[in-house]
């Protein structure tokens, strides 16, 4: 119930607005939370979708390749255990990718957003090519998530049709379009999910704690 309150009170237009930052890592601390999946090597999309009118709030990539990250231009998540670095988000372990989600996955009074999925499964060639295009991108104005997306995806092998603009929906149905791709949605409370149990504020942005 505090976690619904806090996110009530702090965070009324982080998702529609998209944030910004210039956050850099050390080489250490990302070095420390590399982790490698022994899953098929994949590009994701995740679009944070309104549930009342359907609008896009967000745009990220979930890369799994020689390491999985999370590419999050213009991001507002923010969690000790994963260190960033120019929009990329480090120490992307299966339960700090459901963190993510559950951060924009919500159900509240002015806040009703989910989460969609979308994977096309790539050779490590390809999903190492796309997190170097993430590191290269440099840090994402805010609003402009769905436009750093669209920019890595389109120096990416099978990816360079993406769509430029700063529509996550017009992104996401392009991205749809692709061969072999697997969909799926996350919702508030999906059991899924490792839930955040705690969000504090600390000089006007959000940190995200699991359990």
């Not at 982790?35 to 609008?55: D, F, K, W």
């Not at 949605?185 to 942005?205: I, Q, T, Y």
């Amino acid at each position: 119930m505090l976690r619904r309150i806090l996110i009530a009170l702090a965070l009324p237009l982080f998702l529609a607005a998209c944030g910004a930052d210039n956050k850099f890592a050390s080489d250490e601390a990302v070095r420390a939370v590399q982790y490698r999946s022994t899953e098929q090597p994949s590009i994701s999309l995740m679009t944070v979708i309104g549930l009342n009118r359907g609008e896009g709030g967000h745009s990220a990539l979930l890369i799994n390749g020689s390491q999985q990250i999370i590419f999050d231009p213009a991001g507002s998540f923010e969690h000790p255990r994963a260190p960033e670095r120019y929009d990329v988000l480090y120490g992307i372990t299966p339960e700090m990718r459901n963190v993510y989600i559950d951060y924009h996955a919500r159900d509240l009074p002015g806040e009703r957003y989910y989460v969609a999925l979308d994977t096309v499964p790539v050779t490590r060639e390809v999903a190492d090519a796309a997190i170097r295009a993430a590191e290269n991108n440099g840090a994402v104005n805010k609003a402009f998530c769905a436009v750093g997306v669209s920019n890595v995806l389109g120096s990416v092998p099978g990816f360079q049709g993406a769509p430029g603009g700063f529509s996550p929906i017009r992104l996401r149905e392009w991205f749809r379009t692709l061969p072999r791709v697997q969909s799926t949605e996350f919702r508030d409370n999906d059991p899924r999910l490792v839930h955040g149990d705690l969000l504090r504020m600390k000089d006007g942005s959000i940190e995200a704690y699991d359990r």
